[in-house]
């Protein structure tokens, strides 16, 4: 390139590597990567320490008062009931059935009496036997004794009845015991036969019970 002075002085001037009119150019560095090998450490949890927690009780423990046994339980006074029964038919068409009650609670049921033995058929006389009970308590005056004949059964020839001589009612103070007969005036029947009224309630003065029901004695 040539310059031309006023004073007609040639210079050459030699270019540089740029041209100068060119913006000036700052290189950008650029980081080299490095390479890094990361080695991933296992952690292995340390143990958790155990802690053994001691409960001291400061309950006292309660002692309870053992149930009553059968020497502790007062026992209520006994009171036996002895029925002396009889049927009029036998296992051909089945036993008449006999419950007890007394003061209104059953407490016992025969199935198999035996038929009456006829001991002097001039005088209509039977022969019974004794059934005893058991009841838990003492009867008092006024209280009620039941002797029911519940399976009543009359299809000719056959004719099933309940025969009931009397009961005898025994406590601890009196062994021997009170007797009650079915044929007393004062001993109430709602099954005993008779001609005139049927099988209806009534103080019968009699020992058989021919329709389902009962004999009640009164105790003294």
């Known amino acids: 390139m040539l310059i031309r002075r006023p004073d007609s002085i040639i210079t050459q001037v030699i270019p540089s590597s740029m041209p100068t009119n060119q913006p000036s150019v700052t290189p950008t ?6 390479l890094t090998q990361v080695i991933r450490k296992q952690i292995i949890p340390s143990p958790v320490p155990t802690t053994r927690l ?3 009780s400061t309950i006292q423990p309660q002692v309870s008062t053992p149930y009553p046994t059968s020497t502790s339980i007062a026992k209520l006074p006994q009171t036996t009931i002895e029925v002396w029964a009889s049927a009029d038919i036998g296992p051909v068409r089945g ?3 006999m419950t007890a009650f007394a003061n209104g609670k059953r407490i016992y049921t025969v199935n198999n009496l035996p038929m009456a033995t006829v001991t002097n058929p001039w005088r209509n006389v039977y022969k019974y036997n004794p059934y005893s ?3 838990s308590g003492t009867l008092l005056s006024g209280q ?4 029911w004949y519940t399976n009543d059964y009359n299809i000719s020839p056959y004719d099933r009845n309940l025969r009931v001589e009397k009961i005898i009612v025994k406590i601890p103070s009196n062994p021997q015991g009170q007797t009650y007969y079915s044929y007393d005036p004062l001993t109430y029947s709602t099954g005993t036969y008779t001609s005139s009224k049927g099988c209806t309630a009534g103080y019968k003065q009699s020992t058989v019970l021919h329709c389902a029901g009962y004999f009640q004695y009164i105790i003294k």
């Open 29 to 34: 560095l650029r980081p080299v990567p490095i």
């Open 54 to 56: 001691t409960i001291v």
């Open 95 to 97: 036993y008449p059935y």
């Open 133 to 135: 009970f058991i009841y």
């Open 144 to 147: 009620k004794i039941q002797i």
